[in-house]
């Protein structure tokens, strides 16, 4: 029995607590954040160039609100550009992008009308820049008015081949269903970066919506790549260089909040997850401390929460057929747990935050296991909707 139990309920439950207690706990992420120190004084000639890299296809909806915020950063004008693609759109995207370019002189714009993907856009966009930084964001994505210097000074100050910004959930009043679960995730991810950054100089996840990479370090992305973004992330670390995350580095998403468009977007993740953990695997036992045991944590671990979950049931439910009263009544508390927030209670705020959690963590397990086998696709991208200003 204390065989059962040590494998079909502990064992578990530890590969559940790892990745969202007790590695953000030795880290000191539920604690204060301490203060940042401020950044050394440079003239507007020191700092560097810096290329904005941005893929679009059909973000009519959303893209004069970036290109606005971008354009007008508190950074020197003579050293910020932006390189836009627009991926075969077949709504406004082009006519908009080429009017930025034609009164700011600003921005360049490349039009393909063959559908390329992402990874294949962002590839061509990088490798007609001169500029000494790329700096890789979405359409959705609005930039506070500093973001720009922040992230280049965290660069130069703390000699990092990448930097990651924070990026905020755009809230108001009008946004319902996921919206706030998802914020409240997102805000649990920056206190986890934040830690690492600190910790380890090797932040493992860093937002593809707002990441400034040396262009020197950046590396061609592989055809059929889900997830850019950590792709060029987990590559800069296994080659040696140091991926920090700036909180004063703030930008806005504006999240879908219709639950089955979330579903798919993590579904699509899922399969991204599946191509990292080939290339990257190795670097467990290649590099165990402190960067494999950061990816084991913070990401490996967390894309089997579905299983491990499923794992705690059967062994919850094993112990209880054996006899023991302790794992009927934590069995039957869990099944309630889970049934009312799947069902007639889903959606007052306490069980819709367990549904997403359940939900989401589903969808990265089918992506996970449905992606062995299929032929890689161009990713579409939510249908935006026009962004507020962020309370």
Not at 88 to 97: F, I, R, Y
Not at 123 to 148: G, H, K, M, V, Y
Not at 304 to 310: D, E, I, K, L, P
Not at 351 to 373: D, K, P, Q, V
């Amino acid at each position: 029995m204390s065989l059962w139990l040590a494998f079909g309920v502990l064992l578990p439950l530890l590969l559940l607590l790892q990745p969202y207690v007790l590695y953000p706990w030795s880290l000191g992420a539920f604690g204060r954040s301490p203060a940042q120190p401020p950044f050394q004084a440079r003239s507007e000639s020191e700092w560097p160039a810096v290329e904005v890299v941005l893929s679009a296809r059909n973000e009519e909806a959303v893209l004069d609100e970036t290109l606005k915020s971008l354009l007008e950063n508190d950074y020197p004008a003579e050293k910020l550009r932006i390189r836009l693609g627009s991926d075969a759109s077949t709504d406004h995207t082009v006519p908009l992008a080429e009017h930025w370019a034609s009164t700011t002189g600003r921005v360049k714009v490349l039009s393909s009308k063959e559908r390329l993907g992402k990874a294949e856009m962002l590839n061509r966009l990088a490798a007609e820049s001169q500029a000494d930084w790329l700096l890789f964001t979405d359409a959705n994505i609005r930039f506070d008015p500093l973001c720009i210097r922040h992230l280049v000074g965290c660069a130069l100050d703390r000699d990092a081949t990448a930097v990651g910004g924070r990026i905020a959930d755009a809230l108001d009043a009008s946004q319902k269903g996921i919206a706030l679960d998802e914020a409240r995730y997102l805000a649990f991810e920056n206190r986890l970066r934040e830690s690492e950054s600190r910790r380890w100089g090797a932040v493992i996840g860093v937002e593809g919506g707002c990441l400034l990479i040396k262009r020197s370090a950046f590396r061609p992305i592989p055809p059929g790549t889900a997830v850019d973004d950590f792709y060029q992330n987990m590559h800069i670390i296994e080659a040696g260089g140091k991926v920090l995350f700036e909180p004063r580095a703030l930008v806005w998403e504006r999240d879908a909040a219709d639950e089955a468009v979330e579903y798919r977007r993590k579904r699509r993740i899922g399969l991204g997850n599946r191509q990292n953990l080939v290339r990257f695997g190795a670097l467990l036992w290649t590099r165990p401390f402190p960067v494999g045991y950061a990816l084991l944590s913070h990401k490996f671990l967390r894309w089997g929460t579905a299983v491990w979950m499923a794992w705690l049931g059967l062994g919850l439910l094993g112990w209880a057929w054996n006899g023991s009263a302790l794992a009927s009544a934590l069995f039957v508390m869990g099944f309630c747990l889970v049934g009312l927030s799947l069902g007639p209670l889903r959606r007052r705020v306490f069980f819709r935050s367990i549904r997403h959690f359940i939900l989401m963590n589903l969808a990265l397990t089918e992506g996970l296991i449905l992606s062995y086998g299929s032929r890689p696709h161009h990713w579409e991208p939510t249908r935006r909707e026009k962004p507020t200003q962020p309370h």
